[in-house]
């Protein structure tokens, strides 16, 4: 508790504990900010939002609308799409159900599972392409199989594309709903199994219901990374016009030819991320 001669300035009310004041754990203080720490704050931040301005300075609004419309950025644009939402389906087939193992069970090796999880999150996407190819690939540890067997080849391919970005974007879904799953209220789900409901029908009528808002967060933003990844997807499906080459693909070869159309294309991504943040504020941006 602050004493009356205390500023009133001085705590400003935690907003995300209501009813507690005073210099504790989310508490901001208000007073003069010292420069050692002010001036670099304002440094990292324009490094981080001048890029963002360049490209809205530099795009050739003019002719947007014209380059938008153009067959080869429509069918990038279309793959893109259609790629990172195949992508995030086969993650929420996988993922959710290795998020409430992790979060759940506990089991020799749990610690390890963890980390292979998240290794994606690290991994230089360059590899996570080599490594697919060194199993997916038509001399890969499964790829020679496949395609002996059921006769399906997985590289530069638009099946290629979407497993490259379930790979990257899958520990985004899992990392989420494990969040979810760990903070949710177990009672009812203990409740509904005193009166004899199977795990099977409490995952499905009790569990899934309460960390809905967890796994549709985990979703969008599983698809997001799925629509911007580049370097798995390049090594691993190539970069085939109408086939394997998505937006970041396109960026990347405009840059060549054409440097405002990979502006334009990057401008679109650019809009995707934030209709994204813009939707994901209230659990993943901070607001005052």
């Known amino acids: 508790m602050t004493s009356p001669s ?36 304002v440094i990292g931040l324009a490094f981080l939002v001048l890029p963002l301005a360049g490209l809205l300075v530099r795009a050739p609004w003019a002719t947007l609308g014209e380059r ?28 959710v159900p290795l998020a409430w193992l992790l979060a759940r069970v506990d089991f020799r090796g749990k610690r390890v599972a963890r980390a292979l999880v998240t290794v994606p999150l690290v991994l230089p996407p360059v590899v996570g392409g080599v490594a697919l190819l060194l199993v997916f690939g038509r001399r890969g540890l499964l790829g020679q199989w496949l395609e002996s067997g059921p006769g399906v080849t997985l590289p530069f391919t638009t099946a290629g594309v979407v497993l490259a970005e379930a790979f990257v974007a899958m520990p985004f879904l899992v990392i989420s709903v494990e969040g979810a799953l760990r903070g949710a209220d177990t009672r009812f789900e203990d409740a509904a199994a005193t009166l004899g409901a199977s795990r099977w029908t409490v995952f499905r009528r009790i569990t899934l219901p309460l960390v809905a808002p967890g796994i549709a967060a985990g979703a969008v933003l599983c698809w997001a990374r799925a629509l911007g990844e580049f370097g798995a997807t390049i090594t691993f499906a190539g970069n085939f016009p109408g086939t394997t080459q998505t937006m970041p693909l396109a960026v990347y070869e405009a840059l060549e030819t054409d440097p405002e159309a990979a502006i334009v294309l990057s401008l679109v991504l650019l809009a995707v991320s934030v209709v994204v943040l813009a939707g994901l504020r209230d659990r993943w941006v901070g607001t005052s």
Do not use: K, N, Y
Request: charge should be positive; hydrophobic fraction near 50%.
């Open 68 to 95: 938008l419309a153009r067959p080869a950025v429509l069918e990038a644009l279309r793959l893109s799409l259609v790629s990172a939402t195949a992508a995030t389906v086969i993650c929420l087939v996988f993922g």
């Open 6 to 41: 205390a500023p009133r300035d001085a705590v400003r009310r935690d907003p995300g504990r209501p009813g507690r004041t005073g210099p504790g754990r989310g508490a901001v203080v208000r007073g003069r900010v010292p420069w050692a720490l002010a001036v670099p704050a």
